[in-house]
């Protein structure tokens, strides 16, 4: 009777443990399985947990980057007006619960933000020509004013980034500017950026390095601030073919004044309708472009996004630009 109840009490015990070590089976096995799924599913979809739904950062039945072949008509006209006038303009492209995170976090890095305050000519391009005089477009430097939050001072979560991280939108750009292949900038400061021009600031008229720039209107000044451009004035790099024409809007719109050049009437220049919200995508190598003054009563500041890409994959911004507009180079 003894043995039989010692036996009794020994199988509780042993079933007691074997529960014991099942239950710690079974938390490792979980844990290990969530590690894996974790792993395998969640590292493999930038920019992780913190993604929204498109349809939450952008106007999708208007613009639905979620259905390719409903872009058809947006893309065709898009492509019709960058052509002839250089710019193509998508409003109310960004919705406005994602133009106010931005504004925010934009509002919170602004006193932060490298500024540039210098000198270029329309060209961008460095030094003086000799045989031209200084009041020549190629040799007359104008001043340009205006801060830039870098893409990695913008947090994982701001929905530019997650805009500019998206295949999607990026392919959008691709059919848009009517490329082969369309990559983000491999440049971890200038990649993705917002431009801030404060009360006095402004960028003078000049051609980008750039064939394309793609550009979203995040705020607004009370005035001024405006966006404005030309028809593309040239094709390629050059400088001769269209140094009568960029002086013809120089000496009509700004400050500063181009002598001794042919006579030449000022080319048609335009301001797209620029509201929070809106997408443009400009041939900027080839449009003369500038933004006017914002006057100095204003209160607000304009903030303008530059989402940056190249048809190479792996660019970079160079080290010298990177310096001038935010104060620091890359490691790379
Ligand atoms: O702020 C803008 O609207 C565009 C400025 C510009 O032309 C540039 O950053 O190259
Ligand atoms: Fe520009």
Not at 208 to 222: K, P, R, W
């Amino acid at each position: 009777m003894r043995d039989h109840e010692s036996d009794f009490k020994h199988l509780v015990h042993l079933g007691a443990k074997l529960k014991k070590y099942a239950k710690r089976i079974i938390i490792i096995y979980s844990l290990t399985l969530n590690v894996i799924f974790e792993k395998i599913f969640l590292t493999k979809q930038p920019p992780s947990r913190m993604t929204r739904p498109l349809s939450r950062i952008v106007d999708t039945t208007r613009y639905p980057l979620d259905h390719p072949p409903g872009l058809f008509p947006v893309i065709s006209a898009a492509r019709a007006s960058l052509e002839s006038t250089g710019c193509a303009s998508f409003p109310g492209f960004f919705a406005p619960a994602a133009i106010a995170e931005a504004v925010r976090e934009t509002d919170a890095a602004s006193s932060a933000a490298h500024v540039t305050d210098s000198t270029h000519n329309a060209f961008q391009l460095p030094g003086k020509v000799a045989t031209h005089p200084p009041s020549h477009p190629r040799n007359l430097e104008m001043r340009t004013r205006v801060a830039s939050m870098a893409y990695d001072e913008m947090s994982p979560s701001n929905p530019l980034r997650q805009l500019y991280c998206d295949a999607r939108f990026v392919d959008f750009v691709r059919r848009v500017t009517s490329q082969k292949a369309m990559h983000r900038l491999a440049d971890p400061i200038g990649a993705c950026t917002v431009n801030i021009f404060k009360p006095g600031w402004y960028h003078a008229w000049h051609f980008d390095e750039a064939e394309f720039t793609t550009t979203l209107c995040l705020q607004q000044s009370e005035e001024g601030g405006e966006f404005e451009f030309t028809k593309p004035l040239r094709s390629d790099q050059s400088v001769d073919g269209c140094s009568d024409a960029v002086a013809a809007v120089i000496d009509a719109r700004s400050e500063y004044r181009c002598e001794g050049l042919r006579d030449c009437d000022v080319p048609e220049i335009t301001s797209a309708p620029f509201e929070p919200g809106t997408l443009q995508i400009f041939a900027g190598r080839y449009s003369l472009h500038h933004v006017k003054k914002i006057p100095e009563r204003c209160a607000r500041s304009r903030y303008v996004a530059v989402l940056c890409f190249s048809t190479e994959p792996g660019v970079s911004t160079p080290g010298d630009v990177q310096e001038m507009f935010w104060g620091r180079r890359s490691k790379m």
